[in-house]
């Protein structure tokens, strides 16, 4: 790490644990307020601007097989990206 090169100042590992503890709790704000657990998730939260439709996203999803959850939204993402680039690209270029 960056904070224990012996360029650094003495007081720099101590920064970089102060650092974390404050990305720690950003992250637990952040999960807290989207609302995802080990075993559930749920959409996140969002308040409309004024004219938006308010549409209830659903609720909570039991999530049972992280791994193969994960893979799908892997594979789904993939054929996202590529029916991107074919839009992009054009016909015969890939």
Known sequence: MSCHDETAPPSAPVAW?????DARTRLRDWVATCGTRLDRDRPTRRTPWPGESDDDAGGEVEMTDRERD??????????RRRRVRSLRDGPGRS
């Open 17 to 21: 644990l102060r650092d974390f503890a």
């Open 70 to 79: 994960f893979d799908e939204f892997v594979r789904h993402d993939v054929l």
